[in-house]
């Protein structure tokens, strides 16, 4: 099989995707904010964004072919002034469907999913996305789970993912083994301390978590006062 590049955006939906189904095996809100992240991730690993003085700076850079990247490109130059990593991940959040079907669409490209239109009710128009080959997502699994157990300090050229994968939860898609699982949280935390990942990582990786709480506590918070009338 012909190898095939993914972003990290990329790689972030095919762990998240369900293997045979039409769904993804995380909730609404993790997906919204781990799409939001990974989208930054690729902005920094592509050297497309700074940091200075704890807000992100867009970078002189050639016009890029990903739709995701020159929509969000665009939304930060058109900013009145340098934001935080926080206010991005609410803001590219907002507008996660957008990207998230334009990933997807990238990947149908690849023909690695099948996205099928469909209507709710007669007409209603959705979508769903259907993974077409399982070598590519089973593949990625087992070469991130291998480098998370087999980590010993050196450097990870997956620190990124790894850390959306513990920011959104997502350790259950590695393994389900008690023991791999064990190793791999303890590990996890290892691998994000001691990596060599710039400050726009880190920061990205830790709102993105932030986002998430802060989201999942409001929603039980109104949930229990909805509960009491």
């Known amino acids: 099989m012909a190898e095939k590049n993914f972003n990290t955006a990329e790689k972030f939906l095919l762990l998240a995707h369900h293997p045979e189904r039409g769904r993804f095996l995380i909730p609404h809100i993790y997906l919204q904010y781990?799409?939001?992240g990974a989208i930054l991730l690729d902005l920094t690993l592509e050297d497309r964004v700074d940091m200075v003085d704890r807000r992100l700076i867009l970078k002189p850079a050639r016009v890029s072919a990903d739709p995701v990247v020159s929509d969000v490109s665009a939304l930060m130059s058109q900013s009145v002034k340098p934001r935080r990593v926080d206010y991005w991940?609410?803001?590219?959040g907002r507008r996660y469907r957008k990207y998230k079907r334009q990933i997807l669409k990238g990947l149908a490209d690849k023909r690695i999913v099948r996205i099928e239109e469909k209507k709710f009710l007669g007409f209603i128009p959705y979508r769903k996305s259907y993974l077409i080959e399982s070598y590519t997502r089973s593949n990625l699994?087992?070469?991130l789970r291998n480098e998370i157990l087999a980590y010993r300090g050196s450097s990870s050229d997956n620190a990124a993912l790894a850390g959306l994968v513990k920011a959104c939860r997502m350790q259950r898609i590695l393994s389900t083994d008690r023991d791999e699982l064990k190793q791999i949280r303890e590990n996890l935390k290892k691998m994000l301390s001691d990596s060599?990942?710039?400050?726009v990582v880190s920061q990205?990786?830790?709102q993105v978590h932030a986002a998430i709480v802060t989201s999942v506590?409001?929603?039980i918070v109104a949930s229990t006062a909805g509960g009491r009338h």
């Not at 991940?89 to 590219?92: A, C, D, Q, S, Y």
């Not at 060599?196 to 400050?199: A, M």
């Open 34 to 36: 781990g799409i939001a």
């Open 141 to 143: 699994i087992r070469q």
């Open 204 to 206: 990205t990786i830790r």
């Open 89 to 92: 991940i609410r803001r590219l």
């Open 196 to 199: 060599p990942v710039s400050d």
């Open 217 to 219: 506590t409001a929603a």
